[in-house]
């Protein structure tokens, strides 16, 4: 069963396709997966951004034999092109639409989850949740899973943390290339692309509020600095905070930069970050940005309940609302990720660093799982470090090796100097 329309098929298989052009790493795990079908018989589920970048894991996962069902991690990510591309060119599961409403995103996750999952992949920690709670029937099955957000992982660990995760889960998310690599680069650059996108405002010269100085907060700081905004940070974490002032950044509290700035870009995993008192002193025709993964970071709903009027629409994923004094405050993709919901999110290439991690870990807890226990599980050394070395490859760059002297030099506590 799928919501997928055939007549679109065509234009995802050609985005597909281009897409593949620049997911080097990927292909390269494909080919292995077709030959040793490490996934063999097994039941997947997935609850992820359906893009260009997702359809091609998924291709791969298909090419390892397992039997696929993919869900949108958000109803505005979904690209009905690519979900078509997938059901009607490849025959696998897709319940997801662009724009669907929450009772018929709800029903996508349940209509996935019916499959009655072995390894689930999710996006913001939906189908652990539903597994947990209302499917707990399931649990049995379920051999593990793989987790690709910051705010997902969050959650994996405070149910760690109290002993109610029930299979073992690989936090994606927090290796060394997710974090470097997809986290700062793509999320910095599709952040930006979808403000531009959807306003078409010139950055040069205006003041950008970031709140949240993790690895995604950093890239949009730096990406709205090379193009010439004035950068405030907003942190909670004294470390960090300290971290973006040596970087040459403002750093304030958001009673303070709300006056400030011109555009803001929530990026912190948390809720509330934008709320009423904020609203109260931003300028008029400020921009407001979330590329957290849920719409909780900025109060959009107070927003509703106490403008005096709302245009929807008044560009593409542009909403304005007028305030009793007269300001208007723009939200961008009704407050939802801004990067997939107003662009593409992260460009292939990023994200054949992030799917090839993710492909290899669902290989890994096919292989590993029965031996693990329950709980939230680094990504494997050796799986960080073939990535990188597959990308450095791909981009044809050369690095040095240790000789045998240098390794016992590093590796023993004798050689002082």
């Not at 029937?137 to 957000?149: K, N, Y």
């Not at 971290?243 to 303070?256: C, H, Q, S, T, Y």
């Not at 990535?387 to 023993?412: F, H, K, N, W």
């Amino acid at each position: 069963m799928s919501t997928a329309e055939e007549s679109l098929s065509d234009q995802g298989l050609l985005r597909l396709v281009w897409a593949q052009r620049a997911m080097p790493a990927l292909a390269q795990i494909k080919e292995r997966f077709e030959r040793d079908r490490p996934l063999d018989g097994l039941r997947v589920v997935a609850a992820l951004h359906v893009t260009p970048e997702t359809a091609n894991l998924m291709l791969v996962l298909k090419a390892g034999g397992a039997h696929l069902h993919l869900a949108a991690a958000n109803p505005l990510s979904t690209q009905d092109d690519i979900a078509a591309a997938l059901v009607h060119r490849f025959g696998i599961d897709v319940h997801a639409r662009r724009g669907a409403d929450r009772v018929t995103y709800d029903r996508h996750l349940e209509l996935a989850l019916a499959a009655a999952p072995q390894l689930v992949l999710d996006d913001g920690c939906d189908l652990v949740g539903r597994l947990h709670t209302t499917h707990r029937d399931l649990l049995p099955d379920v051999r593990g899973g793989c987790e690709q957000t910051t705010t997902g992982v969050l959650r994996l660990r405070a149910m760690a943390a109290e002993s109610a995760l029930s299979f073992p889960v690989v936090a994606v998310n927090d290796s060394r290339i997710q974090q470097s690599f997809a986290n700062r680069h793509g999320t910095g650059q599709s952040t930006v692309d979808a403000i531009i996108r959807s306003t078409n405002v010139l950055l040069a010269g205006r003041t950008v509020v970031v709140a949240g100085y993790g690895n995604c907060g950093k890239g949009v700081a730096d990406r709205a600095r090379g193009l010439g905004a004035s950068v405030i940070v907003t942190e909670v974490d004294p470390a960090r905070a300290l971290e973006a002032v040596m970087a040459g950044f403002r750093v304030l509290p958001m009673r303070e930069a709300a006056a400030e700035g011109d555009v803001f870009v929530t990026v912190t995993g948390s809720r509330g970050v934008l709320a009423e008192p904020h609203f109260a002193t931003m300028k008029d025709n400020a921009i407001l940005a979330n590329s957290g993964h849920f719409d909780l970071e900025i109060d959009v709903a107070w927003l509703r309940a106490r403008c005096v009027d709302m245009r929807a629409g008044i560009r593409p994923h542009v909403d304005e609302y007028l305030m009793a004094d007269g300001r208007r405050l723009l939200v961008l993709a009704e407050g939802r990720l801004v990067n997939l919901a107003a662009a593409e999110g992260h460009p292939p290439a990023v994200m054949d660093m992030s799917f090839a991690g993710q492909a290899l870990c669902v290989e890994w807890l096919a292989i590993n799982a029965a031996a693990l226990l329950p709980g939230v599980y680094d990504v494997p050394a050796e799986i960080d470090y073939g990535l990188a070395m597959l990308q450095l490859a791909a981009m044809g760059v050369r690095i040095d090796t240790l000789d045998p002297a240098q390794e016992a030099y590093l590796t023993s506590w004798r050689n002082g100097g």
